[in-house]
């Protein structure tokens, strides 16, 4: 693995870190104030992070081009009374292609709000939104739909369709024989762990059975098919499929709006272990929002941290996820186990 540097504008300490409901500890609101400082350290204007990019895409000059980039990004809500409230200010962020990172914060710090202005549900007030360095706004929607896939928190069906129905329906925006098509359906699947419930109804499914059948719907959406037909997830990291000259890196980018709130822990990280391969494997960018910093930190090429809708940290998990950072940001006490499969942190309630 060989590093790719982003210089991002992180925004000034007074104008990003505000005070914190009085619901949080004393101790966290006062820390509150200077947390971008103290995370970044005192030059915090301009912050360089490392991005771990596989050495395949680092040596194609394509991937020099990130896959997302957001640049000064604002999102306003409008409240009762007719005044706005910011939900985003001044976001910048980018995902280099086969880069997993990982987007954390606290209850209503704008993790939702940011993938949905990615995905294009809703309109920033101001910034620039470009996918493969193209604006969002000027891709064709069938062309946008065959590669990006979308993961919101909320992806109820009510229908009884089986669940190998729901992951035909990722692909309605593909082309290919019908060969062609049920072999994606079967890999992704597969890959989700939910091959196994192919006839079942979905409407008979625990609420984790039915996010990993979503999941396995949106990977089918964007799944890369070789010439030969191989299973993307047999693919050497790195990409050695394009190497081999059976398909090049997708550059596709996957959304996932915390995928893991109803899975046991099994399956958490059952999920993050396919995603993250899957993204090393085929050159896809993915974002995830979560909660858990645990597998933030296990599973995350990168962490990038909002905080009252503002960036305020964006690095590798081992310098984001420091226990001060966890105590000021979520105010809760960590610890923090370097292993060879990543960093685990566990955290415990936390008072002044």
């Not at 990004?73 to 200010?89: M, S």
Request: hydrophobic letters at 45%; one cysteine or more; charged letters at 15%.
């Amino acid at each position: 693995m060989t590093g790719q540097r982003f210089f991002l504008r992180v925004p000034k300490p007074a104008a990003v870190m505000p005070a914190r409901s009085a619901s949080v500890s004393k101790t966290a609101s006062t820390a509150a104030g200077t947390l971008a400082a103290s995370v970044m350290g005192t030059d915090y204007a301009t912050v360089a992070t490392t991005t771990p990019v596989s050495s395949l895409y680092a040596a194609n000059t394509a991937a020099q081009v990130p896959v997302l980039r957001v640049d000064g990004l604002n999102v306003h809500r409008r409240q009762r009374g007719g005044a706005d409230h910011a939900v985003l200010r001044d976001v910048s962020v980018c995902v280099a292609p086969g880069e997993l990172v990982m987007l954390i914060g606290p209850n209503g710090a704008g993790k939702s709000t940011l993938l949905a202005a990615v995905s294009g549900d809703l309109t920033p007030a101001s910034g620039h939104i470009a996918f493969d360095g193209k604006p969002l706004a000027a891709w064709h929607r069938k062309t946008l739909a065959q590669r990006r896939a979308v993961l919101p928190q909320r992806a109820g069906l009510s229908l009884p369709f089986t669940v190998q129905e729901v992951i035909q329906l990722g692909c309605l925006a593909r082309t290919g024989s019908h060969a062609a098509l049920a072999r994606i359906v079967n890999q992704a699947a597969t890959a989700a762990g939910v091959d196994h419930l192919a006839d079942r109804s979905m409407t008979q499914l625990s609420g984790g059975e039915q996010a990993r059948v979503h999941l396995a719907r949106v990977l089918a959406q964007i799944w890369p098919e070789a010439e030969n037909g191989a299973d993307a997830r047999t693919w050497p990291e790195g990409g050695a499929g394009a190497e081999a000259g059976t398909v090049p890196p997708t550059r596709n980018l996957l959304l996932l709006d915390e995928p893991c709130a109803s899975l046991d822990p099994h399956h958490q990280h059952a999920v993050c272990t396919v995603v993250r391969d899957f993204a090393h494997r085929t050159g896809t960018g993915v974002v995830i929002t979560m909660h858990d910093m645990n597998l933030a930190g296990q599973y995350g090429d990168r962490v990038v941290a909002l905080l009252d809708g503002a960036v305020v940290a964006d690095g590798t998990p081992r310098d984001v996820l420091t226990r001060s950072f966890v105590q000021q940001c979520f105010a809760v006490d960590a610890a923090r186990m370097d292993t060879d499969r990543g960093l685990m942190v566990a955290t415990r309630p936390w008072s002044s």
